[in-house]
């Protein structure tokens, strides 16, 4: 189990790429903070995942 204090914390720099921050985690559930910068999936690729999602955007 991992549990950040400060979600709206950002690193000093800011990522290229999405940054993936783990917050809490178990046989169950996984929660993390992504942070992106308007990164997208290129023109004419699908992204899919098997699992389900459910998100929240804090800005």
Do not use: A, C
């Amino acid at each position: 189990m991992i549990l950040k204090t400060n979600i709206f914390q950002l690193p000093s720099q800011l990522p290229q790429h999405e940054l993936f921050e783990t917050l809490l985690t178990n046989q169950d559930i996984l929660i993390e903070r992504i942070i992106s910068t308007g990164h997208t999936t290129p023109p004419g690729e699908w992204y899919e995942q098997e699992n389900y999602e459910w998100v929240i955007l804090i800005k």
